[in-house]
């Protein structure tokens, strides 16, 4: 069957959500001035995984117009009642680096205590790589969730602002060899005597990714 703007129309108007979810996935068929149009009235689907799939698909469509992306995001941001569309909501914000959107991302991040939200916010932000999340991926290397912690590692290594560094060398003894994986990774950035000596300890590192990591930049550098 040929998808056009019409069978597509079709679907995300039905009464049966499977079809309105289907409608959601055939707008990749179409060219994106059409399909983002037709993906905004489901942002606000009555269905909660319809509206995490019309969210989802704005990390792509959202290009077309990022003034209204950015309200339609920022409302789901706020108000959507299912953690995971606010969660897709922050990574499509992050996806499409709308910097106009840190207030929103930074005010959700200290009104939320979900470990899925918050992730969203951090990998976000270093998406953008805006320089006045450093406060916030400050905080979320104290999270007790591995995931918000690795990915606090990775922005703030790809921010390369020096203050980083005395945030990072404490984590050089973390029991997980994935978030110290992650620290090879963004101390291999920074230059300096501390983080040279910090990477020779992570050459010498039982798990063989974070040494072999930690190899490659004293080797480069």
Same mark, same amino acid.
């Given at each position: 069957m040929t998808i056009t703007p019409e069978s597509v129309r079709q679907s995300i108007e039905s009464d049966d959500y499977g079809e309105r979810l289907s409608g959601v996935t055939k707008l990749g068929? @179409? &060219?994106?001035? +059409?399909?983002?149009? @037709? +993906?905004?009235? @489901? +942002?606000? *689907?009555?269905n909660p995984r319809v509206r995490y799939s019309a969210v989802s698909k704005l990390a792509t469509l959202g290009t077309q117009d990022l003034a209204v992306t950015l309200e339609l995001l920022r409302d789901r941001l706020y108000n959507d009642s299912e953690l995971d569309v606010k969660a897709a909501a922050a990574d499509a914000l992050g996806a499409l680096k709308i910097r106009d959107a840190f207030d929103d991302l930074e005010k959700a991040y200290h009104q939320t205590s979900d470990w899925i939200l918050r992730l969203s916010i951090v990998a976000a932000l270093g998406e953008m790589g805006e320089p006045r999340a450093f406060d916030i991926l400050q905080d979320a290397l104290q999270s007790d969730e591995d995931l918000i912690v690795g990915a606090a590692i990775g922005a703030l290594g790809e921010?390369? *602002? &020096?203050r980083a560094i005395d945030l990072l060398l404490p984590l050089i003894d973390y029991d997980d060899w994935q978030i110290r994986f992650r620290l090879a990774q963004a101390l291999g950035r920074f230059q300096g005597e501390s983080v040279t000596q910090a990477l020779q300890k992570l050459a010498a590192d039982p798990s063989e990714p974070v040494s072999q990591e930690a190899q490659r930049f004293l080797v480069s550098g």
């Open positions: 068929h @179409l &060219d994106p001035e +059409v399909a983002f149009p @037709l +993906v905004q009235s @489901l +942002v606000n *689907d009555p921010f390369g *602002d &020096d």
